[in-house]
Structure formats: structure tokens, C-alpha cells
């Protein structure tokens, strides 16, 4: 096991959110940057005032990353007016495409896309966010057959609920009871890595008898912080259940879904969010994670790291102890 598992990885400013992927044979890490606040938190998550985003590279498992400095600030960025969270960043053609939300000048979220000619940044916004999304946490995610999706979507502070097929009404509510629980969005992209190729569908997870899960069932329903990825022609689709604190994850043959709910990846850390990526690095998978560590559990003051995971025969994934060190 590498030394640095289940340490900070980054100890001089606050990080969140970590979405790593390899690109040149090194492993590449874009959290967002938590600011060194102290405010006072609420369910909408004003707490989370974040301002700029850098980068982290790291050379192996064995070795702490280095800061590759500020790669987009928030005054770079023509339609944001506050509160960049978590970020993801996808290579195609030798360009990198950077996509993060905000809140546009409105106050709704909404994600962006910036380029940059290399996994370090420094990525350039295009003027306008990216027409027909909205929420936040992006994930991009390349499939194997070259074409690439978006997810994206969290409920609360993050306005998912706020939405029904794709329309902004402040009345909605999250589902309660046996209502079908509120779904993330999945989009196809255009190839211009810029723009959406169709209205974004809602990504459904269902149960063992192919139910889809109900919103009461708070231990097992999306709530934030989306994730795909390929493991041979299984695509796992992985997920924080929010306000129960767990990590999940469920299984479909179809990018599209529905996803079969498999069960836990991570039970909850210290602090209230809890936001992770999956990477395959030299034959090895690696969950990258928060928690507030270095803070001592201040919610807003988190800090990324990393740990081994491990499938069983069946492709199941093995429950990890969150508040383990
Ligand atoms: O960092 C702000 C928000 O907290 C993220 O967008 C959520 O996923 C949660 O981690």
C-alpha cells in the first residue's frame, strides 16, 4: 500500500471535490479550492464560496502532488457570478477541457467549459455557459467508442429539485414518500467538447427488482456528486447519497441506464459532504475522496486524499470505512 493513502494530499490550502484522471502516464487531480472562511453553514451551501481552481500532479501512487498553480479565477469567467464547485476535466485531441459550475448572474447553476492546451492548465472560459445545463458537479465522462458524456445534477443548495424535465420551477421540492427519487442528467456532447448533442435525460437508478428508488430512501438515492466510469463493458455510475453521507455505487450495460443500485463504496467521513472520483492507474483502482481532516471537521475547509479500491469476482464493489486513517 502507498504511504500517502488516506493522508492530505494537499496541506497548504483547502481542497474538495477531487475528480483525478491519468493523462501522459500521470495521475492528475482537479479539486475545487475551499477558502480559509469561517462562516456560518446552511442547507443551501453558501458556505461554499469558492473563488479559483488549481491543479495537482502527482508522478506515481507513491508521491505527494504538486501544485501546478491557479488554472481559471472566477474573474476569468464572463457569465459566473459566485460559488465555483466541484470541476472535472476531459482530454480530446490534445486539448483539455475543463468544465465546472457556478452560479450565473442570476444565481442560477450552471456549467461552464474552459480549455487549455495542457492537463496543468491554465483553462480559458468560453463567454457563455454551456446552453441547457443547469445544477452543478460535472462529470465528463469518454467512452470507449469516442464519443463523451456529461452528468451533472445535486439537489439542495446544488437546485436539482428544482427541475422537471429540464425546467426551473422554485415551487418544486425533492420527492418525498414513494415518489421516485430526483435523478442526475446525462448528455451526449458534441464534438466540439462545447455544447450539449441532445437535452439532457435523466439518469435513473433502480433497485434489485428494477424500481427505480423512491425518494425516502435517503440511504440509497442520488443526492450529488456523479462519477462514470468503464470497467470491461460494465459502466459503474457512483454517487454521495448527500444528507446520509455515503458513497455509492450500481451498474448498467447501457451509458444511458438504468443503473442497477450494487451498494456502498465509502461509509461517511468526517464532515458533512463526502464527493470522490475512480481512476484505474497501473493495473490498480484508486478512489479519490474528501474529508475534513485538517480542519477538524469544519465543513467548508476539506481536504482531498486517496486510497486503494478493490472489486470482489463479481465486480461488486468492497465497502471502505470512511473515517478510517
Ligand atoms: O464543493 C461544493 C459542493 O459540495 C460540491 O459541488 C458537492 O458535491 C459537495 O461536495
Known sequence: MSSIE?????????TADPSAHVFNGKIYIYPSHDRDIDVENNDNGDQYDMTDYHVYEMDDENTMPRDCGMVLDIKDIPWASKQVWAP????????????FPARDKEGFFRVGVAVGDSPKGPF???????????????CIFPDTDKNYYLTFGGIWGGQL???RNNVYNEANKEPEGDEPAMC???????PDMKTLAEEPKDLVIVDENGKPLTGKDHDRRYFEDPWLFKKGDTYYFTYSTGDTHFLNWSTSKNV?????FGGKILTPVLGWTTHHSILEYNGKWYLFYHDC???????QKRNVKFRELKF?????????DGMER
Open 312 to 320: 470482489d469476482a463479481n465486480g461488486a464493489i468492497i465497502t471502505m
Open 293 to 299: 481532516e485538517l480542519s477538524n471537521g469544519v465543513n
Open 6 to 14: 488516506k493522508k492530505p494530499l494537499v496541506t497548504d490550502l483547502y
Open 124 to 138: 480559458k472560459a468560453e463567454p457563455d455557459y454551456i446552453k441547457g445545463t443547469f445544477s452543478i458537479d460535472p
Open 256 to 260: 444511458y441506464g438504468p443503473y442497477t
Open 184 to 190: 442526475p442528467k446525462i448528455a451526449k456532447m458534441n
Open 88 to 99: 472535472d476535466c476531459a482530454e480530446k485531441d490534445g486539448k483539455y477541457y475543463f468544465f
Open 161 to 163: 429539485d428544482k427541475y
